[in-house]
């Protein structure tokens, strides 16, 4: 990916998300969420999207989405908690996962390379990395 786009135009690139089998669309909202104003991200399962609040940092705005990626992986594999007991792990899961990888970039970056791995072998991306 060209390194001269912003963390929110590489956030755009990826939507729609696979998690769970399903198509996950992410959107920036200018100037907050409007349901919530005091929200930096939502995920909505009815409508597969996850919705980020564009006034976040860039480390908030990666971390915001994480945590609700966390949120639709719950939803879409048939999890059910109590909105507190969710809200609470995620966050928890978040902040670790995302401590992780600030401090290990290498992790993410292998991370990376074995799905790539994974898709080429699937005969989903050339050698070079490129979509076939």
Same mark, same amino acid.
């Given at each position: 990916m060209p390194s001269h786009l912003t963390v929110p135009e590489i956030i755009e690139t990826l939507s729609p998300l696979n998690i769970g089998g399903h198509p996950i669309t992410i959107e920036l909202v200018k100037n907050g969420i409007e349901s919530d104003p005091t929200t930096w991200g939502m995920y909505l399962g009815q409508t597969g999207q996850i919705m980020l609040d564009d006034r976040q940092t860039n480390s908030c705005l990666? %971390?915001?989405?994480?945590?609700?990626?966390?949120? $639709? $992986?719950?939803?879409?594999?048939?999890? %059910? !908690?109590?909105?507190?007991?969710?809200?609470?792990?995620?966050?928890?899961?978040?902040?670790?996962?995302?401590?992780?990888?600030?401090?290990?970039?290498?992790? $993410?970056? !292998?991370?990376?390379?074995?799905?790539?791995?994974?898709?080429?072998? !699937?005969?989903?991306?050339?050698?070079?990395?490129?979509?076939?």
């Open positions: 990666v %971390s915001t989405l994480l945590h609700e990626v966390l949120h $639709a $992986a719950l939803m879409t594999q048939g999890v %059910s !908690l109590p909105e507190p007991v969710e809200e609470q792990t995620v966050r928890v899961i978040t902040s670790g996962l995302f401590q992780v990888f600030m401090s290990n970039p290498r992790l $993410a970056g !292998l991370l990376a390379i074995v799905a790539v791995e994974n898709k080429q072998a !699937l005969g989903e991306l050339d050698p070079n990395g490129e979509p076939i």
